[in-house]
């Protein structure tokens, strides 16, 4: 069976599905098993395409009027055809770049193991711009990586809020920014500091005291 999906931009009117439509019902898809979104392709929740991809079965291809209809980009897509391959699904593109893959064919089989490729490839330029990124600026000085939330100023507020009865812990992690974890991670319940809180605060760390002999005789 041929199913169909079409997708459009904006979910204004201003765009309309006619020219998809038309495409996908000429090469043999009835009109019940097509299926749309009308939303950016950037977006992760796009219902049509969730219930595109469940009324799929065995034996089915998927077609689309052009590949930019279907993934949001060539990761996704390579992911999205794979798990359709793992299902025994097809998939064939009408028109535009793609139009020579589909995955019912041999040559369409050829054709997308090199968008699959170009993925692989995409993703390893990006860890190894990242890593040399991190690495010039370590060579400078600085640490790569998210930034702190907590502050010198957030701490001590965070300080002199936690030792009280009356301090609710989510309300003080809310109105300072902060999540439960890093907060703790910089202070104790009683407002004492942490070894983070510490050095981030510029302090050194008190080394543990010493057992007295009459306490270790004790």
Same mark, same amino acid.
Not at 130 to 136: E, K, V
Not at 193 to 204: A, F, I, N, S, T
């Given at each position: 069976? =041929?199913?169909?999906?079409?997708?459009?931009?904006? /979910?204004?009117?201003?765009?309309?599905?006619? =020219?998809?439509?038309?495409?996908?019902?000429?090469?043999?898809?009835?009109?019940?098993?097509?299926?749309?979104? +009308? /939303?950016?392709?950037?977006?992760?929740?796009?219902?049509?395409?969730?219930?595109?991809?469940?009324? =799929?079965?065995?034996?089915?291809t998927l077609v689309v009027w052009k590949l930019d209809r279907l993934g949001r980009n060539l990761k996704h897509l390579v992911d999205v055809v794979q798990?359709?391959?793992?299902?025994?699904?097809?998939?064939?593109?009408? $028109?535009?770049?793609?139009?020579?893959?589909?995955? $019912?064919?041999?040559?369409?089989?050829?054709? !997308?193991? !090199? !968008?699959?490729?170009?993925?692989? !490839?995409?993703?390893?330029?990006?860890?190894? +711009?990242?890593?040399?990124?991190?690495?010039?600026?370590?060579?400078?000085?600085?640490?790569?990586?998210?930034?702190?939330?907590?502050?010198?100023?957030?701490?001590?507020?965070?300080?002199? /809020?936690?030792?009280?009865?009356?301090?609710?812990?989510?309300?003080?992690?809310?109105?300072?920014?902060? $999540?439960?974890?890093?907060?703790?991670?910089?202070? $104790?319940?009683?407002?004492?500091?942490?070894?983070?809180?510490?050095?981030? =605060?510029?302090?050194?760390?008190?080394?543990?005291?010493?057992?007295?002999?009459?306490?270790?005789?004790?």
């Amino acid at each position: 069976m =041929l199913i169909g999906y079409m997708r459009v931009s904006k /979910a204004d009117g201003s765009q309309v599905l006619d =020219l998809q439509n038309d495409a996908l019902v000429a090469v043999g898809i009835a009109v019940e098993q097509l299926y749309a979104d +009308r /939303a950016s392709g950037e977006r992760d929740d796009r219902p049509g395409l969730d219930s595109c991809l469940k009324a =799929l079965r065995q034996g089915d291809t998927l077609v689309v009027w052009k590949l930019d209809r279907l993934g949001r980009n060539l990761k996704h897509l390579v992911d999205v055809v794979q798990g359709l391959n793992g299902r025994g699904v097809g998939l064939k593109v009408l $028109t535009g770049q793609g139009a020579s893959i589909d995955t $019912t064919t041999a040559n369409g089989r050829l054709m !997308f193991n !090199f !968008f699959a490729a170009l993925a692989e !490839f995409e993703r390893e330029l990006i860890v190894e +711009r990242t890593m040399a990124g991190l690495a010039a600026a370590r060579a400078r000085g600085r640490n790569g990586g998210r930034p702190y939330k907590m502050t010198a100023a957030k701490l001590r507020l965070s300080q002199a /809020a936690m030792g009280k009865p009356e301090t609710r812990i989510a309300e003080l992690c809310a109105e300072l920014g902060v $999540t439960r974890q890093t907060l703790y991670r910089h202070v $104790t319940p009683t407002g004492e500091l942490r070894p983070d809180g510490e050095k981030l =605060l510029g302090r050194k760390s008190k080394p543990p005291r010493s057992l007295s002999v009459q306490e270790n005789a004790v």
